[in-house]
């Protein structure tokens, strides 16, 4: 049996492995004598940061948890690293698949490639630039080790080559969020707060900010909120907000009776109230791919981003992170004059199963 390990840590790869999860599953149905270990590193564990998206997605229980919990970037790597080293020193299997750029990827692929694991790099070689950003340092890291990428763009392909690497070790596949966005989409289900602030479809915004740039400053986190509410011309502004942010909104005092905040959403929900926003505002990566499949509006409060097919061939614009300069964008996207966007090649809904026929031929 030839068994790989898949590391999940954080929200953002949940979505990510499930559908790797499946095909593999689906593989084995089949006669593949592929297997795997789930290995949930806890950087995330609250239920609806992490088990929720385990039920709803139907990923199995980890066979392991390394339970690493909160703490600073150096704590939370050192407490991965440790943890992962010590199932590996026990069993090792013949390849390590990290998904995505949080603080779980890059420690897992450091601490299977000192073992003489290789690695896997599910989303390899996209890049914003901004080391200001932990998760461009662990792009950095994870990729100047990984021995295979499976990529989401021609962008993250050429960017690659031109740094060295091979073309044998570099497979174009796609995107594996959007295969669970695609596979999700009859599931998604209104939330709560459809009802209790009694939304309707294409009237009202999403807004969802966690970067530490732009909540960890609470004055700077108040304009911005300020901002967009001023320039939503009245209509409801949904707000699921993350424990980081929760913490500093907290002391804001900030009331509008237009802002409806929630507790972070399960991704049905989520999802639901994004396929029928009639636009998102947001400092995530992640959610500007998915808008960009359901053809929303995506306004994204950074001053760079790793996924530049969002915005040359989706529905993403940056804004950047001085509210400030806000009010152009709002202007053309309130006179209905928001670019309408295509979607990107091979976000088909088949990416895992193009990672499972590599993976059969490659360890
Ligand atoms: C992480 C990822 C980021 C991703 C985001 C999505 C890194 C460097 N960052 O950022 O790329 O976009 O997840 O959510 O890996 N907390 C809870 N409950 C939880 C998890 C976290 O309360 O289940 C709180 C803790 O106070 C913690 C803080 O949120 O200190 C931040 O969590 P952390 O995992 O450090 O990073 P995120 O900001 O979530």
């Given at each position: 049996m030839r068994k790989i390990d898949i590391i999940a840590g954080a929200r953002p790869n949940f979505m990510k492995i499930a559908p790797i999860i499946h095909a593999l599953e689906a593989a084995r149905r089949n006669g593949s004598d592929l297997a795997y270990r789930l290995i949930h590193t806890g950087q995330h564990y609250d239920k609806n940061m992490s088990g929720s998206f385990f039920e709803q997605l139907g990923i199995p229980d980890p066979h392991f948890n390394l339970e690493v919990g909160s703490g600073t970037q150096a704590e939370q790597t050192a407490g991965i690293m440790t943890g992962y080293e010590k199932l590996l020193l026990a069993e090792k299997s013949r390849l390590c698949l990290v998904v995505g750029d949080v603080t779980s990827t890059m420690a897992c692929s450091i601490t299977a490639q000192k073992l003489h694991?290789?690695?896997?790099?599910?989303?390899?070689?996209?890049?914003?630039?901004?080391?200001?950003?932990?998760?461009?340092?662990?792009?950095?890291?994870?990729?100047?080790?990984?021995?295979w990428f499976f990529t989401t763009s021609e962008v993250a392909n050429a960017y690659l080559r031109k740094t060295g690497v091979s073309e044998d070790r570099i497979f174009f596949v796609g995107n594996t969020m959007i295969d669970t966005l695609l596979r999700q989409m009859p599931n998604f289900r209104a939330p709560t707060i459809w009802q209790q602030a009694g939304l309707q479809a294409q009237k009202y915004l999403?807004?969802?900010?966690?970067r530490p740039n732009n909540v960890d400053g609470e004055q700077h986190l108040k304009t911005m909120l300020e901002t967009i509410l001023t320039h939503s011309n009245g209509m409801p502004v949904v707000f699921p907000v993350h424990p980081r942010t929760a913490k500093n909104l907290a002391g804001l005092?900030?009331?509008?009776?237009?802002?409806?905040?929630?507790?972070?959403?399960?991704?049905?929900?989520f999802n639901y109230l994004v396929k029928n926003a009639f636009a998102v505002v947001t400092d995530s990566g992640g959610i500007t791919e998915e808008t960009t499949v359901m053809g929303v509006p995506c306004l994204t409060a950074r001053?760079?981003?790793e996924r530049p097919e969002t915005?040359?061939?989706?529905?993403?614009?940056?804004?950047?992170?001085?509210?400030?300069?806000y009010a152009p964008y709002f202007a053309k996207l309130m006179a209905g004059n928001w670019k309408k966007g295509q979607i990107p090649p091979l976000w088909d809904g088949k990416?895992?199963?193009r990672i499972v026929a590599h993976l059969d031929k490659l360890i």
């Amino acid at each position: 049996m030839r068994k790989i390990d898949i590391i999940a840590g954080a929200r953002p790869n949940f979505m990510k492995i499930a559908p790797i999860i499946h095909a593999l599953e689906a593989a084995r149905r089949n006669g593949s004598d592929l297997a795997y270990r789930l290995i949930h590193t806890g950087q995330h564990y609250d239920k609806n940061m992490s088990g929720s998206f385990f039920e709803q997605l139907g990923i199995p229980d980890p066979h392991f948890n390394l339970e690493v919990g909160s703490g600073t970037q150096a704590e939370q790597t050192a407490g991965i690293m440790t943890g992962y080293e010590k199932l590996l020193l026990a069993e090792k299997s013949r390849l390590c698949l990290v998904v995505g750029d949080v603080t779980s990827t890059m420690a897992c692929s450091i601490t299977a490639q000192k073992l003489h694991v290789p690695v896997a790099h599910v989303e390899g070689g996209i890049r914003s630039g901004d080391w200001s950003m932990p998760e461009e340092i662990n792009r950095m890291v994870t990729d100047a080790i990984t021995n295979w990428f499976f990529t989401t763009s021609e962008v993250a392909n050429a960017y690659l080559r031109k740094t060295g690497v091979s073309e044998d070790r570099i497979f174009f596949v796609g995107n594996t969020m959007i295969d669970t966005l695609l596979r999700q989409m009859p599931n998604f289900r209104a939330p709560t707060i459809w009802q209790q602030a009694g939304l309707q479809a294409q009237k009202y915004l999403v807004v969802t900010l966690h970067r530490p740039n732009n909540v960890d400053g609470e004055q700077h986190l108040k304009t911005m909120l300020e901002t967009i509410l001023t320039h939503s011309n009245g209509m409801p502004v949904v707000f699921p907000v993350h424990p980081r942010t929760a913490k500093n909104l907290a002391g804001l005092g900030l009331a509008a009776p237009n802002l409806h905040l929630t507790e972070p959403l399960g991704y049905l929900e989520f999802n639901y109230l994004v396929k029928n926003a009639f636009a998102v505002v947001t400092d995530s990566g992640g959610i500007t791919e998915e808008t960009t499949v359901m053809g929303v509006p995506c306004l994204t409060a950074r001053d760079n981003t790793e996924r530049p097919e969002t915005i040359t061939v989706g529905t993403n614009e940056l804004i950047g992170t001085d509210p400030g300069r806000y009010a152009p964008y709002f202007a053309k996207l309130m006179a209905g004059n928001w670019k309408k966007g295509q979607i990107p090649p091979l976000w088909d809904g088949k990416t895992a199963e193009r990672i499972v026929a590599h993976l059969d031929k490659l360890i």
